[in-house]
Each structure stands twice: as C-alpha cells, then as structure tokens.
C-alpha cells in the first residue's frame, strides 16, 4: 500500500516502488502528506507491506470520473468471480466522480473501505495507483481473500454549534445558496470576513473546516466542500439536496483525538482472537488543517488505544468509505478511519 505526495509524478512513484517490490500486488493514492506513528510526513512515500497466507487481486477503473455507478458495477462483478469472503480496499478520485453514487450501487454484505485521494487543491490534481497502472480520474481496488481478518472504526471531531440553515438552491456538486442567500455571504455573516474574500486562499480552502451536518433520517450526516468557487458558491463532493435543513459544525482538538481513540477501539473488535499487525489510518484532509499547530497528536490517540507494537499508515483524503456488517458502505467527511489489519492466530 502506497501514500504519495501528489507533488511527485505518478509514473515515477510507481517506478521506484516497483524497482525495489518487483511484481508484488500494489494499490496507491495522492495525498497532501503522508501519515505513520511518527505522525505527518510531507514530500513522502509512504509504503506498507503486509505478507502472509492470503491473496490479493487488483483492479483499475479508469472511467470511475464518469460514473460511479458504473464503477460499483465492476468492483461488484470482479468479486462475484470468487466465491470466498473478500474485503475490498479502495481508493478514488477526490475532485472528479461521485463517491455518494458509488456507494449506493455496491450491494449490502460486500465489504468496502477506502478513501478519496487528495492533493493540490488549486488544480484538482491526484492520483491513483493499481499494480503497474496509474492515473487520474480513476478507482483502483484490492480484492483481499484467504488468512487475512479486517476490522474498521470510523469517527470524527465534528460537533454542531446552533447555526441553522435551509438548503435553497443545490445543482450537482454546487451548493449554492443557504436561506436564499449566496453560500459564501451566509459564511462571511458568520465569520466577518467580506464574501469576496471567501473564493481567494487561505479561505477558499479553509471552508472545509467549516462543514455542514445535513439531515439524512434520524441523524445528520457530515458534508464538506473542497473550495469556494468565485460565483460564491461551494464545491462539494456530495450532493446536498434542495430543502433540507443544514447546520454548521466546528472542529476541535479534544474531539479528533477523542475520535480517534473510538475509532482505534471499535477496530479491533472486529478481527476477533486475531493478532493485529498494520493499522491503515485515512483521516479527512481537514484535520491536518485543524491540527496545524499539533502535528501528530491524531498518531499519538492511536497508539494509546492500539500500542506503539501496532504499525500505522496512511494518508490525508478528501473523503472516506467505510463499511459496517452486512450494510451499504458509507461516504463519509471529515472522519478518521481506521482499517486494522489481523493474522488469524
């Protein structure tokens, strides 16, 4: 499992892992740092290897931008070709495709997590990275079957602060207007600074700290743009429908490491009597935005739960995928999750 800068070209980053692993299974994505125990790691390559007695099949969707459907449709029949239970790791495109769509056409019972590959904001820029493949706009999966256990734990440190809002106007991945006002003039009366500013860095960016928990039955489910457009609107990667009601959540330190210690510990209670060996750890791009000023206090919430015997791996994502027993996977923002991988003993 490989996390790359998406400052480094794909092609090279597959080469120089490839020189040293020869033809060994491998699956990739872009992010903005890369992420162990030690904390975050800019202008990185991230490699983690896990052996054993199992197998791993790789796929490479280049058409995932297109449709997400028609990606789910594909992951779905690769695995209908084996009749052992397998656990499906999957990373996608983060600015390009609908992860919502794909999620909702795969079936109940098949068993994906994963996580939307991030990079230059600015330019939309990522990339993804299956066997000797890579590209953008795609979704690369790993189909893992035989002596390998899995167990996944989500959360996040997102909390609603009393800020209502109606959706009023939403085209695709465009959220447009909150209480018939421009999205961005609803932000600048929260938060003081002018609308204009809101579609320039540092804010165009820093929105996503700022996300948006909307209604979905009994609960609410967290949204997050990727930027401010300059009509004032914000670039989600889900869409948010027209009237349904909105509130504004705001991060904390406390909460992410809160989060992730409970992610840490619902892990583990899915492999069982398994002995764990690798955690692989996606954390929304938003926490490392958050946690500037205290880099690698998410690592350190792990390894208390997990302990420091416990290797960690991964990367910052502009979305995560995780799935619970025998449901539909879920597209989530703003989550840590965490992918913990066990030997049968």
Same mark, same amino acid.
């Given at each position: ?17 490839s ?9 990739g ?6 992420? %162990?125990?030690d904390g975050h ?12 007695d199992?197998?791993?099949?790789m796929?490479?969707l280049?058409? =995932? ?7 789910a449709s594909k992951?779905?029949g690769?695995?209908?070709?084996r009749?052992?239970r397998? %656990?499906?790791l999957c ?7 609908d992860?919502?769509?794909f999620?909702?056409a795969?079936?109940a ?5 994963g996580g939307?590959s991030?990079?230059d904001?600015? %330019?939309?820029n %990522?990339?993804? $990275?299956a ?7 795609g ?6 079957r035989?002596g ?5 734990g =989500? ?12 959706v ?16 961005s ?9 002018p609308a204009?500013?809101?579609?320039f860095?540092?804010l165009s960016?820093?929105a996503?700290?700022?996300p ?6 009994d ?5 997050a743009?990727i930027r401010?457009e ?6 989600m990667?889900?869409i948010?429908r027209d009237?349904?009601?909105? =509130?504004?959540?705001v991060?904390d330190?406390?909460?992410?490491e809160?989060a992730a210690r ?11 009597n ?10 929304d ?8 000023a ?7 919430a792990?390894?208390e739960?997990l ?10 994502t502009l979305?995560?995928?995780?799935s619970d027993?025998d ?8 989550? $840590? ?9």
């Amino acid at each position: 499992m490989v996390v790359a800068s998406h400052q480094y070209q794909p092609r090279e980053v597959l080469n120089g892992v490839s020189s040293l692993l020869g033809d060994a299974p491998m699956i990739g994505f872009s992010s903005p740092a890369g992420f %162990t125990g030690d904390g975050h790691h800019p202008h990185s390559v991230v490699v983690a290897m896990l052996s054993g007695d199992f197998q791993a099949d790789m796929l490479w969707l280049p058409g =995932y931008a297109q449709s997400g459907r028609e990606a789910a449709s594909k992951v779905e029949g690769h695995a209908a070709a084996r009749t052992e239970r397998q %656990t499906i790791l999957c990373f996608a495109d983060g600015f390009n495709g609908d992860a919502e769509q794909f999620c909702n056409a795969i079936p109940a019972g098949l068993h994906v997590t994963g996580g939307l590959s991030s990079g230059d904001l600015h %330019t939309g820029n %990522t990339y993804q $990275i299956a066997g000797n493949q890579t590209g953008t706009g795609g979704l690369v999966a790993a189909f893992m079957r035989g002596g390998l256990k899995i167990g996944v734990g =989500y959360d996040h440190g997102w909390k609603p602060v009393g800020n209502q809002f109606r959706v009023t106007r939403s085209r695709g991945f465009w959220l447009r207007t909150l209480d018939g006002r421009p999205t961005s003039e609803t932000y600048a009366g929260l938060f003081g600074y002018p609308a204009r500013d809101w579609a320039f860095p540092p804010l165009s960016y820093l929105a996503r700290l700022y996300p948006l928990g909307v209604e979905q039955g009994d609960g609410l489910v967290v949204r997050a743009p990727i930027r401010v457009e300059a009509d004032g609107s914000f670039r989600m990667n889900a869409i948010i429908r027209d009237g349904i009601d909105a =509130y504004l959540l705001v991060g904390d330190r406390v909460a992410c490491e809160n989060a992730a210690r409970n992610a840490a510990q619902q892990a583990p209670r899915q492999l069982g009597n398994s002995k764990p060996v690798l955690a692989l750890v996606l954390v929304d791009v938003a926490w490392q935005m958050l946690l500037k000023a205290h880099p690698g206090v998410e690592a350190a919430a792990l390894q208390e739960i997990l302990g420091e015997n416990v290797p960690i791996a991964g990367g910052y994502t502009l979305g995560q995928i995780a799935s619970d027993e025998d449901s539909k996977p879920k597209f989530l923002n703003q989550h $840590i999750v965490v992918v913990l991988f066990g030997e049968p003993e």
